[in-house]
């Protein structure tokens, strides 16, 4: 398997191809005197950047994803002309009309291997590249050289194990009842898992919604997910408009090995109600000096299996919003989908590394140095602060 | 595949495996951990067994005084609020440590025993206010010392328990003497009677007439708790003119409790009913006669000896098949999941300090990284909430006759949910430093099945792929 390396001189070249690149609004406009507010939105799963934002506009598009790609005239919902939002993220569209919300596409993390979601997503959280895992979060070691105090305060929300916010610095966390639904991926593989036992298998049809009674469980409710994912959101949002700054939590749901287009539907429809609880929590003069980073840690494959789903790919997406940011647009390199243009001939070609554009919003909205975002929160990330899209 | 024997007496006869400890090799390592265990005193009552007779004297005698005035119409409800208040805390903290006794307990089997003859003796500590102090002292005195040596002294310590004639309505007396009865006389409280013949001897499908319960209940009608001192007094109901019960004569002596007891303890009908219930709680719930007759031949030869018994129990092949048909219940399930996390002993006693302290439910956010030292919300509802919502609460049975060990009583729609969202809860809080592939090791050993390792270590969170380890058949089985 070859390992394309995101150089300095491809994201530079990325830069000059495409119209907009940096996603941040100008360095000189943002808030200063530790109102910034910075939200990490981990995807856990592996999210199809190539179904939530569909490059319609791509020769061959419906051909080369028979059953799950769409067009503006089979429902998809039109960005730029090439571009184009799947159904499900519907509500989010008025973000990006409001230039509140935009993408970045063909986006990956350091991993390369397809095969693992730990240690993908223990790169993607920990920052490191190939070969020199850290065993702490890029936002804990972030938060040490953040210069003023007050833009200190962290929060990791809903999950003590997270990794990205785990490290030196202390941060605080808040468990709320939020996730305790299971995300359909996971009930996918709870299926599978007792498929082999009658006893289990039964009682686990006979404890979910489809059994018909309404008297089910509340760990198999997807509206009790949709509500607490939206409540969470909400949470932190109330958090950081008051005492915290930067904060990290994560919504699963992604891992669509099977029946693609009813899981996508959930979590993105998830995900979406996610992104306006957040602001909503956040009220109107917090979220303008917000950005939020959503990631995932590896794409899907373009082709379909035999189960309507999708196995495991390199480059998929990264979604930004808030007030800080410069959306209304997606950025990124496209580096196209033929078969010589895939990675592998697989999969989409990752053009930006997602650390890039961590690196960009600490080093905007946080002050950190350029010094200290490539040394000690990326080691050996090729992240140049003078270029000219980061000035602004 | 049949799991290897440290498998199989890991988790069919302890609660499972935990990571540091050796898992038995041979049945002559379980059998060695009883006198072991006999001899370390249990995490409950919190003062131990002296210091608790202590303390519930004194909390009886307080409310005792209260009553009385009480009735003199002076109550005093703050004090009568204080001391249940008292009472709650004791038994909470005391409910955890028989939590923590079994998640650190390296006596797998002992622990085991425990529980099981705890559900044949069962009493409910929620069911007066003495129950609360005594029911753990109960467990310590009476149960955990006793149940390795002969039947019927621990059936004598279990039924001559303060514990037992409170739980089961035997009459109380205050210190007042009472007048001698006929036999045949009515009113005759034959609950304990019925109890002692249906549930803890012979079994209700022995057969026995209705002048045999009767007997037997007008000789237990003698026995009376103080309910201060809560010793326990036998006084005969008045002379028997040499009744018989069951081919025995008894003739209104001191000793006919005693004596009656021991009578039902070597009967036939009690050591087949017993041995039937040891085989239907570890190995099936249907038990083979093949693993209960060589122990019935071990209890007539030793005349009820328990470590006997056992013994001829874990010499059997068929007590070391393959099949796991049991599903464990919710107090095994929370028990060897949190043996599988590797817990170390500091974070129960920082929990049980917390939830002692009032902490409870987390209002703010936490500051720092800490698990159940800093969420004591969270370490409760892993342990004390969870057994409640499983069905399963820490000493408070559904009724005398105990929970139930049957399979069908734990695999239902709310159960597995139940389970599914502990160990949600358990990965989150637990799982941060562990690596999914070595946890299924340490919760399933070789008895992990291959499409367990698998989704396992193909499940897109780490939590889920904790989850599912904890929520596979082979983990809730034995």
Same mark, same amino acid.
């Given at each position: ?8 001189? @491809? ?21 200063? @005197? ?8 981990? *995807? ?118 997270? *990794? ?41 049809? #006979? ?7 309404? !008297? ?38 992604? &891992?669509?090995?099977?029946?693609? +287009? ?108 350029? @010094? ?21 | ?34 006198? +072991? #265990?006999?001899?370390? =005193? ?27 005035? /009480?009735?003199?119409?002076?109550? !005093? ?79 004598? /310590? ?86 018989? $019960? ?123 990284? @800490?698990?159940?030292? &800093? ?5 409760? =509802? ?83 792929? $904790?989850?599912? /380890? ?9």
């Amino acid at each position: 398997m070859s390992f394309t390396r995101i150089t300095r001189r @491809g994201f530079l070249s990325a830069s000059a191809a495409s119209v907009m690149l940096w996603p941040l609004a100008s360095r000189g406009q943002s808030a200063t @005197g530790g109102e910034s507010r910075l939200v990490v939105i981990l *995807l856990r799963g592996g999210l199809d950047g190539l179904q939530l934002v569909q490059p319609y506009g791509e020769a061959g598009w419906s051909g080369l994803r028979a059953g799950l790609a769409l067009t503006p005239e089979t429902g998809l919902l039109d960005l730029d002309g090439f571009y184009g939002l799947d159904p499900s993220a519907a509500s989010l569209l008025p973000l990006y009309r409001a230039g509140e919300l935009g993408f970045v596409h063909a986006t990956a993390g350091p991993y390369r291997n397809r095969a693992d979601h730990f240690s993908a997503q223990n790169m993607l959280e920990s920052g490191s590249g190939e070969g020199r895992l850290q065993r702490t979060g890029w936002l804990n070691r972030a938060l040490a050289l953040i210069p003023r105090s007050a833009g200190r305060r962290a929060i990791d929300v809903n999950a003590s194990m997270e *990794l990205i916010l785990s490290g030196a610095t202390t941060t605080d966390s808040w468990t709320t009842q939020a996730d305790t639904s299971l995300a359909p991926d996971e009930v996918d593989m709870l299926a599978r898992l007792y498929s082999e036992d009658d006893g289990f298998s039964r009682t686990l049809a #006979a404890a979910m919604p489809a059994a018909g009674s309404g !008297n089910h469980s509340a760990i198999f409710d997807p509206q009790r997910r949709a509500a607490g994912i939206a409540d969470m959101a909400r949470l932190t949002g109330g958090l950081l408009r008051e005492n915290y700054r930067i904060a990290s939590f994560s919504i699963g749901g992604w &891992d669509s090995h099977r029946d693609q +287009k009813q899981l996508f539907a959930r979590a993105s429809a998830d995900l979406s109600r996610a992104f306006l609880a957040l602001k909503e929590g956040l009220g109107e003069e917090a979220w303008r000096n917000t950005s939020v980073l959503a990631v995932t840690e590896f794409g899907r494959a373009l082709r379909l299996n035999d189960h309507g789903g999708t196995e495991h790919g390199t480059g998929s997406l990264a979604i930004i919003a808030g007030g800080a940011v410069a959306g209304g647009s997606v950025m990124g390199e496209w580096p196209g989908l033929s078969h010589d243009a895939l990675l592998d001939g697989q999969d989409l070609a990752p053009t930006t590394d997602v650390r890039e554009i961590a690196a960009a919003m600490l080093y905007q909205q946080f002050d950190i140095s350029i @010094g200290n975002i490539v040394s000690k929160v990326f080691p050996g990330l090729d992240f140049d602060g003078n270029s000219i899209y980061l000035r602004g | 595949m049949t799991p290897s024997f440290s498998t199989i007496a890991s988790r069919r006869f302890g609660y499972g495996m935990r990571p540091g400890e050796d898992a038995p090799d041979d049945v002559d390592d379980m059998m060695a951990q009883l006198p +072991k #265990a006999m001899k370390s =005193a249990p995490r409950f009552p919190r003062e131990g067994i002296t210091g608790r007779r202590e303390t519930a004297g004194r909390l009886l005698s307080v409310r005792a005084v209260e009553a009385k005035a /009480a009735l003199d119409g002076r109550p !005093n409800v703050a004090l009568r609020k204080e001391t249940q208040k008292e009472a709650d805390r004791i038994f909470e903290r005391d409910a955890l440590g028989r939590i923590t006794q079994a998640v650190y307990s390296p006596y797998g089997f002992y622990e085991r025993l425990a529980t099981f003859w705890m559900d044949h003796f069962a009493v409910n500590a929620r069911k007066v206010y003495e129950t609360h102090m005594i029911v753990p002292l109960f467990e310590a005195e009476a149960i955990r010392p006793n149940l390795a040596g002969p039947f019927s002294k621990l059936l004598k /310590a279990a039924i001559l328990h303060p514990a037992m004639l409170i739980y089961l309505d035997q009459e109380r007396v205050e210190a007042t003497a009472n007048e001698p009865e006929a036999p045949g006389a009515p009113a005759l409280n034959e609950t304990l009677g019925r109890d002692l013949l249906d549930l803890h001897t012979m079994g209700a499908d022995a057969g026995y007439s209705v002048e045999d319960l009767r007997g037997v209940s007008f000789i237990l009608a003698g026995l009376s708790v103080d309910n201060r001192s809560l010793e326990i007094a036998y006084r005969p109901r008045g002379r028997t003119n040499g009744m018989a $019960l069951f081919g025995r004569t008894y003739t209104g002596g001191s000793d006919d409790h005693q004596r009656m007891l021991e009578d039902l303890a070597v009967r036939p009908e009690t050591a087949r009913f017993i041995c039937r219930k040891l085989v239907s709680h570890f190995i099936s719930d249907d038990p083979p006669a093949e693993v209960v007759e060589p122990m019935l031949a071990a209890w007539t030869e030793s005349n009820g000896d328990l470590t006997r018994v056992y013994r001829a129990m874990l010499d059997q092949p068929r007590a070391w098949s393959g099949e796991m048909s049991k599903v464990i219940p919710p107090f095994d399930f929370v028990v060897t999941g949190l043996r599988a996390f590797e817990l170390k002993p500091g974070e129960f006693q920082a929990l049980a300090k917390a939830m002692e302290s009032g902490v409870g439910e987390e209002a703010m956010p936490m500051t720092g990284k @800490g698990v159940m030292r &800093d969420k004591p919300g969270v370490a409760r =509802a892993l342990t004390i909430e969870a057994l409640k919502r499983m069905g399963q609460p820490v000493w408070q049975p559904p009724s005398p006759a105990g929970f139930s060990d049957r399979t069908d009583a734990w695999l239902s729609p709310g159960q597995i949910s139940e389970r599914i969202g502990w160990a949600r809860m358990a990965a989150r809080a637990l799982g941060r430093d562990v690596e999914p592939e070595e946890f299924v090791e340490a919760a399933l050993g070789d008895g992990a099945r291959d499409v367990t390792r698998e989704l396992v270590l193909a499940a897109p969170t780490k939590v889920h792929a $904790l989850t599912l /380890a904890l929520a596979s058949p082979e983990f809730n089985r034995r």
